[in-house]
């Protein structure tokens, strides 16, 4: 799988329905990624969010489980 495996078109969620599908859902669920730089994160993120500065997606989209829903911020 590559990068642009990651930006195709899919389904977008408000800020609400984003947040009710993180209380709903065990944090084994699904993956969510931070893509802003590291002192952006520092400022404040969601809690569990991994970092993967948007620079550094393509070499570490291994960290990305493939097979779970993806919410990025």
């Known amino acids: ?33 931070d893509v802003r730089q590291p002192a952006e994160y520092e400022r404040g993120h969601i809690p569990g969010a991994n970092l993967i500065p948007m620079a550094e997606l393509k070499d570490r989209l291994h960290e990305i489980d493939p097979e779970k829903p993806t919410i990025v911020n």
Do not use: C, H, I, Q
């Open 1 to 33: 799988m590559g990068v642009l495996d990651y930006f195709k078109s899919v389904p977008t969620m408000s800020a609400e329905e984003a947040r009710r599908f993180l209380a709903e859902k065990d944090p084994d669920e699904y993956n969510l990624v």
